[in-house]
């Protein structure tokens, strides 16, 4: 998805791997100032980035060649997502993971810009829905995601993150 030349969501490349690690651990930062224990030195490491590119499934906002944003989309479901109790049947679903937007942006519309390329993606590849999930202590994410249409179905459990629950969420698509 193209916006112009100077805006646009692209394939993140291994020479981005830097700034978006950067990115992660403002996001970090802010969110734990706020109180929201979400995102910590355990997640999301470098390493697990690295491989989002190497899948070719992580992909930037760039504005004016810069970073601002980021998300994370696979069709492969975590084996802790298996216990919950989809809409749609598993098996034909894409999941969104790690999406960020550099705090300096938070606000300005990025992060809905990058889930309606999810949701865009999604349509286009004949996925059934979109899956995700979003931490128990952030509301603001879960009016986010809910604002946009995603139901919410079950907890998991990421105890390297946090002992609070993660919320999972479905757009049937």
């Given amino acids: 998805m193209v916006f112009s030349k100077t805006n646009m969501i692209r394939k993140a490349v291994f020479s981005d791997l830097d700034t978006i690690h950067k990115l992660t651990k403002a996001c970090a930062k802010a ?18 980035l690295y491989l989002d590119i190497e899948l070719q499934e992580l992909y930037v906002f760039a504005e004016h060649h810069q970073i601002r944003g980021m998300i994370v989309l696979t069709p492969m479901m975590d084996e802790e997502y298996i216990p919950i109790q989809w809409i749609t049947p598993s098996g034909n679903n894409l999941y969104v993971h790690r999406l960020a937007v550099h705090p300096e942006f938070w606000g300005q519309g990025y992060a809905q810009q990058l ?38 179905l079950g907890n998991i459990f990421f105890p390297k993150q946090s002992e609070h629950p993660f919320y999972c969420y479905e757009l049937a698509l």
Avoid: V
């Fill in 31 to 48: 969110m734990i100032t706020n109180g929201i224990y979400q995102w910590n030195e355990h997640y999301p490491t470098r390493e697990r």
């Fill in 115 to 152: 889930m309606s390329f999810a949701e865009e993606c999604g349509r286009k590849r004949a996925f059934n829905s979109l899956r995700l999930d979003t931490f128990s202590q952030n509301s603001r994410n879960q009016k986010f995601y809910e604002t946009r249409g995603y139901q919410r």
